[in-house]
């Protein structure tokens, strides 16, 4: 198990200990049906889905494999590799046939996300199952802790409350271990609402900075994470803030916001903004430190056949801005190519677009 990235995660590190303390009980709270399990989104209520990312399937209750979640969470280093790919690879000897750097940047990206929000989702999903540590006389609370692991300075305490008809409200709190109850932060909340069979609504948020506080050596990442989603409309969506977010303190801060819409027969389009020091990869000796602004506009049909539009400015980079854009087939393969700046020669045919410039 991936214990070390696992606990520097804040609220997944947390999370994570408790479903492992629960690991030997065999009478779950939370049976298929229970208020409190159902109302938690599935993964296919809030998983982004570009075309050649495996759909994310709904596991019942339990995250499988809970062990390699920490394997995805590192999302802010994750996001800037990713996004700071783009401003060396579109030089590379990408011609018509291979595989389309923007199309790739978007899958990159969207995995990322989703290791990030689903592993969190399957854990709070998974924590709601097993036997509460305490209920409200009325029965419209659970608890569960507070509880601190051997070797933490920290004491945590999880609640999910029904708030009203399938919506329950969840709150992850922290606190150094010998401390009163007054001393509790939030590290992690939001509200989940169920409209009907797998759709609903809600929104969460991590607030990194809270639990490094507690714990600078357990909890090394700092900023915050916004996610809403919706998919009881269509098109369904998922939203992706985040503020001043980095993986550990001192490191850059990236801020970058994610917009994902997808229509019922799994066309979509994928907007994001990204502000951050994105060409570390091309600067071996750290003289490049501003920040660069990245804009990617992905859309694609069911089929899986696409366009990406990019805008890059500010930061190190040599011009004030470059624009590019692509299309690629059904096989993501790269169908058309050009940018404003001779980064790479345009090629490819622009009537093979499947989507005109936005």
Excluded at 172 to 192: N, S
Excluded at 245 to 268: K, L, V
């Amino acid at each position: 198990m991936a214990a070390s990235k696992a606990a520097s995660t804040p609220a997944t590190g947390a999370l994570l200990s408790l479903v492992l303390l629960h690991a030997g009980c065999t009478m779950p709270d939370g049976a298929p049906g229970d208020e409190y399990t159902e109302a938690i989104p599935r993964a296919s209520q809030v998983a982004i889905n570009v075309p050649g990312v495996a759909a994310a399937a709904d596991d019942g209750v339990a995250p499988k494999p809970l062990s390699e979640i920490g394997e995805d969470i590192d999302l802010g280093e994750r996001l800037r590799e990713s996004s700071g790919q783009l401003m060396g690879e579109l030089t590379a000897l990408t011609v018509i046939g291979r595989r389309a750097e923007l199309y790739q940047i978007t899958h990159d990206v969207s995995r990322a996300i989703n290791g990030f929000v689903l592993g969190i989702v399957a854990i709070v999903r998974e924590v709601s199952t097993w036997p509460a540590t305490s209920r409200s006389a009325d029965g419209a609370s659970r608890t569960w802790g507070p509880w601190t692991e051997a070797l933490s300075p920290v004491t945590h305490r999880l609640t999910i409350i029904r708030s009203g008809p399938g919506t329950m409200t969840f709150s992850l709190l922290g606190k150094p271990k010998r401390a009163g109850d007054a001393a509790y932060v939030e590290i992690m909340g939001g509200t989940f609402v169920g409209v009907g069979s797998g759709h609903g609504h809600g929104q969460f948020f991590i607030d990194a900075s809270a639990a490094h506080g507690l714990d600078p050596e357990g909890n090394h990442g700092v900023g915050r994470a916004d996610i809403q989603w919706d998919n009881s409309v269509v098109p369904r969506t998922v939203v992706l803030d985040l503020r001043d977010f980095a993986d550990r303190a001192g490191a850059p801060t990236a801020t970058a916001q994610y917009r994902y819409r997808e229509a019922t027969d799994g066309a979509g389009t994928f907007e994001f903004r990204v502000e951050g020091d994105l060409d570390r990869n091309n600067d071996p000796f750290g003289q490049k430190t501003r920040k660069e602004h990245l804009a990617v506009v992905s859309r694609w049909l069911a089929s899986g056949a696409g366009r990406a539009d990019m805008v890059a400015t500010n930061g190190d980079l040599p011009w004030a801005a470059l624009n590019a854009q692509e299309c690629w087939d059904e096989d993501f393969r790269r169908a058309y190519y050009t940018d404003d700046r001779g980064l790479a020669p345009t090629e490819g045919d622009r009537a093979r677009c499947v989507f005109p410039a936005p």
